[in-house]
């Protein structure tokens, strides 16, 4: 049973560039969330999905999009990469039935 | 929204000492999430707790949630080097969002 799997766990961008984050649950997740979190700060909601097609901003969605076409996967794309997206970035799934929330292990980012 | 406030921020512990976590919110809280993160890694799932005057224990480490649902405290005892790691604090308010306090870095020394 994987869980939350994110990948890549680490990546080097170049101001300007997009790439997307990809994320993955086999763990029957109705909602699952990004967050970003900055060096010594907790974590900030990026956006969130509660169904396959349903998605919706968190605090801090400018410079982010998701898309949620099936109810495993919920990838977060960085179109225009900016030193301020410099973070480390957690993917998280829950049961609608079930309050625990499972947290993927992470992507390292970093915009030069 | 809701605001959690953790403090303090910073705590370092001589090694079997007693410590306590505190995590604040402006709004009564639904339910009251503890991780830890041990450093450059992901989140470890502690516990949960929803109802008022509600405790939890598991191997040294209680919370409490208080009655009026707006604070819980974190206590370890007779702390130990694998207790290091930033402890958050999260909170859902009802609205399927889980909100995080900024975090206290734990550090234990020998």
């Known amino acids: 049973n994987a869980g939350v799997t994110q990948t890549p766990k680490f990546r080097i961008l170049k101001i300007g560039q997009s790439m997307t984050l990809q994320c993955t649950q086999d763990?029957?997740?109705?909602?699952m969330y990004w967050y970003r979190q900055d060096p010594g700060m907790g974590l900030k909601l990026i956006y969130y999905?509660?169904?396959?097609?349903?998605?919706d901003k968190g605090e801090v969605p400018n410079g982010y999009n998701v898309s949620r076409s099936t109810t495993e996967d919920f990838p977060l794309r960085l179109e225009l990469a900016a030193p301020s997206q410099t973070s480390v970035y957690f993917c998280?799934?829950?049961?609608?039935?079930?309050?625990?929330?499972?947290f993927g292990s992470g992507t390292r980012l970093t915009v030069v | 929204s809701q605001e959690l406030e953790q403090s303090p921020q910073s705590l370092i512990v001589q090694e079997g000492k007693n410590l306590t976590i505190n995590c604040t919110s402006s709004?009564?809280?639904?339910?009251l999430y503890w991780y830890k993160q041990k450093y450059g890694e992901g989140l470890i799932f502690l516990m949960m707790?929803?109802?008022?005057?509600e405790e939890k224990s598991h191997e040294k480490i209680t919370a409490k949630l208080d009655e009026k649902k707006q604070q819980s405290s974190l206590h370890i005892t007779a702390s130990q080097p694998s207790h290091a790691g930033i402890y958050l604090c999260?909170?859902?308010?009802?609205?399927?969002?889980?909100?995080f306090g900024t975090g206290t870095r734990l550090t234990i020394i020998p």
């Open positions: 998280a799934g829950r049961r609608r039935d079930y309050y625990g929330y499972t």
């Open positions: 763990m029957n997740h109705n909602y």
């Open positions: 999905s509660v169904g396959a097609g349903i998605t």
């Open positions: 709004k009564t809280l639904y339910g």
């Open positions: 707790l929803q109802k008022g005057g």
């Open positions: 999260g909170a859902d308010n009802g609205n399927e969002k889980l909100t």
